[in-house]
């Protein structure tokens, strides 16, 4: 039995136990009534017909005579269970390599998802800084042509530059029978007849006309469109034309006939402004008019001042 049992031990997969249909463990008992019940259902005389029953009858002989030989069991069990510590640590070993492997897969799909965020990241900043570049450069073309605008309109000439906001200057004429010979006269006869309010008038001491200047344009032509017969005008120059005061006066100084001052003139009798040629009385009525003029829009200027300063702090006493 020792013999036959050394003999099965060398073949390398073979399970005994299987063969018998019984587990690693069994007892003697169950071996022998296992044997017993195979050998009488797969004898070769009991299966004339099959030929592999001669070997099926073989295989459960060399199982029994091993597991029924107490030093050839123990040598099997020790083989079997040496196959069994193989398997689990197989078992184990891939259960660690498909750990490692799923890790590793991990591992590069995180890198694969930062790389592609990093390169999203550079691409959306590339053309934040092209829109940047492009709206720095708009800017700077706009301000290029702000300053051009700026500087052409600093070196044109004032006299090319007309404006509705100009003061213009009305030339108003009547027969001498309506007797205006003030001031307040044309104002009341403007006013009534629904005209704009001018800046300043001043009357011809001979009576029959008057220089009346407007805040603008507008205002002249309004009146000019209201004038009540008989009165008559026509825009006779604006403010930007009219010669300052001390040009007139030094025009005339050159002249020692008629050198008077426009102060002197404001005050003149009848006699003496007749006297003077009609250019010079002229000259004299606009130079008083765009005096009274600048003193009103000075005294605008001090009200509006004086209307927005804020109130004196107190002191406490205290």
């Known amino acids: 039995m020792a013999s ?13 136990y299987a063969t018998l249909g019984l587990e690693l463990g069994a007892t003697a008992a169950q071996i022998s009534k296992a044997y017993k019940k195979q050998a009488l259902k797969f004898h070769p005389d009991r299966n004339p017909n099959d030929p592999l029953a001669g070997q099926r009858f073989h295989a459960l002989q060399q199982a029994y005579d091993v597991l029924s ?28 390599r498909r750990n490692l492997k799923q890790t590793l897969e991990e591992r590069e799909n995180a890198f694969k998802r930062q790389r592609a965020d990093e390169l999203d990241a550079q691409r959306r900043l590339a053309a934040r800084m092209a829109r940047l570049k492009e709206e720095t450069a708009a800017k700077m073309q706009q301000e290029k042509l702000r300053r051009q605008q700026t500087q052409d309109r600093v070196a044109a ?26 001031e307040a006269g044309v104002r009341s006869a403007l006013e009534r007849a629904g ?86 009385f002229e000259s004299q009525v606009l130079a008083r008019m765009a005096m009274a003029a600048a003193a009103m829009r000075q005294q605008q200027q001090q009200q509006q001042q004086h209307s927005t300063a804020p109130p004196p702090v107190q002191q406490n006493s205290e």
């Open 4 to 16: 036959k049992a050394g003999g099965g031990e060398g073949k390398d997969g073979e399970d005994y």
């Open 69 to 96: 030989d107490p030093e050839a069991r123990a040598a099997f069990d020790a083989l079997i269970q040496a196959r069994l510590n193989r398997k689990r640590k197989l078992s184990t070993m891939d259960a660690q």
């Open 195 to 280: 005209c704009p309010a001018p800046l300043a008038v001043a009357v011809r001491r001979r009576g029959g006309g008057a220089m009346a200047t407007f805040a603008s344009l507008a205002d002249a032509d309004a009146a000019l469109a209201r004038l009540p017969p008989p009165l008559t005008g026509r825009v006779r120059r604006s403010r930007a034309s009219t010669p300052p005061a001390s040009s007139s006066s030094s025009s005339r100084a050159d002249r020692p006939s008629t050198s008077t001052p426009a102060s002197a003139a404001a005050g003149s009798t009848p006699s003496a402004a007749a006297g003077l040629g009609h250019a010079d």
């Open 157 to 182: 000439p004032s006299s090319s530059t007309s404006s509705s906001d100009e003061e213009v200057v009305v030339k108003l004429r009547w027969g001498k029978k309506e007797g205006w010979d003030d």
